[in-house]
Nanobody, 122 residues
Framework: VQVVESGGGLVQAGGSLRLSCTVSGLTVGDYAMGWLRQGPGKEREGVTA???????SYADSVKGRFTISQDNAKNTLYLQMNSLKPEDTAMYYC?????????????????WGQGTQVTVAS
């Protein structure tokens, strides 16, 4: 299984970014997929997840600003991030979980990408 994130970069506060996660070796529609992040000096935290039935969950800190989606035909997961804040600065990871529920808990994810850096300047 290979998980590859892209789309990170430097953006001004209030701006937007769209992250992509291309997966090979498994079918994203059959797994719960999530985005997790680790900011400087912080523990890794769940940001958002989408279950195999299409239901989604979001951390309170990103509700209304971030949107998770997936394209099963392309086996790709996306994260649209709007109204970015400096506290969103982090390494963002895409991960796949074999468990149902679309959890935001790190330990439920089995397959991970290397991450893509998002930096939000104030």
């Amino acid at each position: 299984v290979q998980v590859v994130e892209s789309g990170g970069g430097l953006v001004q506060a209030g701006g937007s970014l769209r992250l992509s996660c291309t997966v090979s070796g498994l079918t994203v529609g059959d797994y719960a997929m999530g985005w997790l992040r680790q900011g400087p000096g912080k523990e890794r935290e769940g940001v958002t997840a989408i279950d195999s039935d299409g239901s989604t969950s979001y951390a309170d800190s990103v509700k209304g600003r971030f949107t998770i989606s997936q394209d099963n035909a392309k086996n790709t997961l996306y994260l649209q991030m709007n109204s970015l804040k400096p506290e969103d600065t982090a390494m963002y990871y895409c991960a796949a979980s074999p468990f149902v529920g679309g959890s935001l808990m790190e330990y439920e994810y089995t397959y991970w990408g290397q991450g893509t850096q998002v930096t939000v300047a104030s």
